[in-house]
């Protein structure tokens, strides 16, 4: 079974621009959430969907956003980037609604913002 | 608010020293707790898990984790480290939320050098 697959794996954006990073999850899983990953924060829970429908969200702004498609795929959009928004960007796909689901994840798209 | 604690955020052991790696986590309501790990140059992958049973849960490569409930604790132990468990590893936890579905939060991690 092929893993979770994101692309870009990297990207280099100027201040004020806006990026969408993409991701394809594990054929069957229905669950993709995605995080932001940082030396000073660690993982920061993003938000979650599931079926299409966005059913978690962690504490970001509102120029953080995403959507699923009807074949689970994902993307997250952020706009007017910031200096603050360079990281690594990781999509987890999991199995089952349920939350004892373990995560699989991507490798990850590393944004640079200058 | 839910939080994980992971108490080291460096280890350096020697080969075939003992590990244990804490974590506690801030959450009253059913937990599933998970060790992830990263090592150079791979993306996270999980190490092992708990649900319920047995609180002495073993994973990949010889992990294993004991979950205290009266404790809130969560930690991670290796008998004999080798040179290739060099990594991060991160405690998780799932709560589920209201809305249906479920959040997973990350302590900050913990990076294992080990010295061959």
């Known amino acids: 079974k092929a893993g979770v697959t994101q692309t870009p794996r990297y990207l280099i954006k100027t201040r004020g621009q806006q990026v969408t990073l993409s991701c394809s999850p594990i054929?069957?899983?229905?669950?993709v959430s995605w995080y932001q990953q940082t030396p000073g924060q660690g993982l920061q829970f993003l938000f979650e969907?599931?079926?299409?429908?966005?059913?978690n969200k962690g504490n970001f702004p509102g120029r953080f956003s995403g959507r699923q498609f009807s074949n689970s795929r994902s993307e997250m959009n952020v706009s007017t980037l910031e200096l603050g928004d360079s990281a690594l960007y990781l999509c987890?796909?999991?199995?089952?609604?349920?939350?004892?689901?373990?995560?699989?994840f991507g490798n990850g798209t590393r944004l640079t913002v200058t | 608010a839910q939080s994980v604690s992971q108490h080291n955020h460096h280890v350096i052991l020697s080969e075939a020293a003992s590990l244990e790696l804490g974590c506690n986590y801030s959450?009253?309501?059913?937990?599933?707790l998970f060790w992830y790990v990263q090592y150079p140059g791979q993306h996270l992958q999980l190490l092992l898990k708990?649900?319920?049973?047995?609180?002495l849960v073993k994973g990949i490569k010889g992990f294993e984790a004991e979950f205290i409930k009266s404790k809130f604790s969560f930690n991670l132990r290796k008998p004999s480290v080798q040179w290739s468990d060099t990594a991060e590893y991160f405690c998780?936890?799932?709560?589920?939320?209201?809305?249906?579905?479920?959040?997973?939060?990350f302590g900050a991690g913990t990076r294992l050098f080990v010295k061959a």
């Open positions: 054929s069957g899983h229905r669950s």
């Open positions: 987890a796909s999991s199995a089952g609604q349920k939350y004892n689901s373990p995560l699989h």
């Open positions: 708990y649900f319920s049973g047995d609180p």
């Open positions: 969907y599931f079926s299409e429908t966005q059913r």
């Open positions: 959450y009253g309501g059913t937990v599933n």
């Open positions: 998780a936890v799932n709560v589920a939320l209201g809305t249906g579905g479920f959040k997973t939060i």
